[in-house]
DNA sequence: ACCTTTCGCAACCTTTGGTTGCGTATAACT
DNA sequence: AGTTATACGCAACCAAAGGTTGCGAAAGGT
C-alpha cells in the first residue's frame, strides 16, 4: 500500500536538471558534461555534479577515453525508474477510483 | 520531444515525504497538519511547510474548522500530476524502444 | 614546444527540508 | 467563567543540495 519505492532513484530522477540530461543523453546517444551543458541552463560543474547522481544511482555509465568522459544512459536501470513511475501513478490513480466508486456509493445511499 | 512537464507539479510530488502525505491523505480521505505528522517521521511544522507547498501548486485544499485545518487531496489536479508521470515515463519508454531497434539494425548492419 | 580543451577540486552562495522555541487562538474540562 | 489542553502560525536556526566562479592538471591539436 504505502509507496513502496527506492526513493534513490526517485530523487534522482525528481530534479529538472536531471530529467532533461536524461532526455538528451538519450536523445544524443550519450554525452559528455562538456557538451551536455551546452545545451542546458547550467554550467558544465552543475552538470557534473549531475552525472556524478545519475551514476551513483546507476542511471548512467561512463567511458573514459583520452581526456573525454562519455556518459551513456544504463537501459535497464532507466527502464527500472520508468516502472517505478508508473507504479506511483498507478496506486494513486487505483486510490482516485476507489474514492470514487465511494462517493459515488454515498450518494447513493444518501441522495436515493 | 523535451519533456514539457511543468516542474512545479513535478518537483512538488516529487520529495519523498510529500508522496507520503498525499499517499497518507488518500487512504484517510483527508487529514491535518497534526494527524500527518503523527503517522511521519518529521515534526508537525515540516508537514505544515510541505502542505503549504502542496496547497500552492493545488495539489491540496484547506478546509478550515475551528481551530484545525483540513488538507484534502484535490482529485483533479492529482490525476493530472499522474498524467504528467506517465507521460514522462512513456517518452522515455519510446526513446528505449527506439534505441533499442536502432542497436539490433546495427547489429544486423554489421554482424551480417 | 605551445596553446586549447576537457576535466576535477575547492570555496562559496542560495534554496529547501528539517528542527526547536514561542505566542496565539479555539476547544474542552471543572 | 476560568483554567487547561490542543492545533496552529511565525521566526530563528541548521544541514544538505543545486548552482556558481576560480583554479590547476591531464590529454590533444598546431
Known amino acids: 500500500m504505502s ?23 538519450l536523445a544524443d546517444g550519450g554525452g559528455t558534461a562538456t557538451t551536455l551543458s551546452e545545451r542546458l541552463p547550467v554550467t ?8 556524478g547522481v545519475l551514476h551513483r544511482v546507476g542511471l548512467v555509465h561512463v567511458t573514459p577515453s583520452g581526456r573525454e568522459r562519455l556518459y551513456e544512459v544504463d537501459e535497464a536501470q532507466l527502464a ?3 516502472a517505478q513511475l508508473s507504479s506511483v501513478g498507478a496506486a494513486w490513480d487505483a486510490r482516485l477510483q476507489r474514492i ?3 462517493a459515488e456509493a454515498i450518494q447513493r445511499g444518501q441522495g436515493g
Open 3 to 25: 509507496v513502496t519505492v527506492d526513493d534513490e532513484l526517485w530523487s534522482a530522477v525528481g530534479d529538472p536538471t536531471r530529467r532533461r540530461m536524461l532526455d538528451l543523453l
Open 44 to 51: 558544465r560543474q552543475a552538470v557534473a555534479k549531475h552525472l
Open 100 to 102: 470514487k466508486r465511494i
Open 80 to 82: 527500472r525508474a520508468v
